[in-house]
């Protein structure tokens, strides 16, 4: 199965086999979350009547199920300690802006490096452009000068 890159992070995986061509993220359960955000919102885009309306059935609901908003908060409480580990890339973010355990950098380095590295690449690419446009201008800047004062053979463009 040939590799390929993560939508989310950008690292480098290899498919599961029995998901094969249709695998999108690396596998890491951030990156599934994010994934499934995504298209959740796209979802939601394009469905954008879907859940209008709705409120006053959600409110009949609620009325006969007293319990269930203050059941389901303490749930939340409970798995809190869970929650942790969806979100380690945010984390690591965290660990970046505001200092904090190490070992949460290190689960995230190699994909933040990974993002580096492209953003150098992008970097070397433009210099490389930036410099060729900036000679093409000087020859067009000599031509010009050149056209302008053809019979002065001493005079010359300096850029
Ligand atoms: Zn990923």
Not at 22 to 37: D, F, P, Y
Not at 91 to 114: F, R
């Amino acid at each position: 199965m040939q590799n390929k890159i993560c939508e989310v992070c950008g690292d480098v995986f290899t498919p599961k086999p029995q998901v094969g061509k249709r695998q999108r993220t690396c596998g890491k359960t951030e990156c599934k979350r994010e994934l499934h955000n995504r298209s959740q919102r796209k979802w939601m885009e394009r469905n954008p009547d879907y859940y209008k309306g709705r409120y006053p059935y959600v409110k009949e609901w609620l009325k006969a199920h007293p319990d269930y908003q203050r059941n389901y908060r303490a749930r939340i409480k409970e798995n809190s300690h869970k929650n942790g580990e969806f979100d380690i890339c945010r984390k690591a973010w965290l660990t970046c802006a505001y200092g904090t355990p190490q070992d949460e950098l290190t689960i995230c380095e190699d994909s933040v490096l990974n993002k580096l590295k492209q953003v150098i690449d992008i970097q070397d690419k433009l210099i490389s452009r930036i410099s060729t446009n900036k000679r093409n201008l000087d020859q067009l800047t000599a031509l010009i000068y050149k056209t302008s004062y053809p019979i002065d053979n001493t005079a010359s463009y300096v850029p």
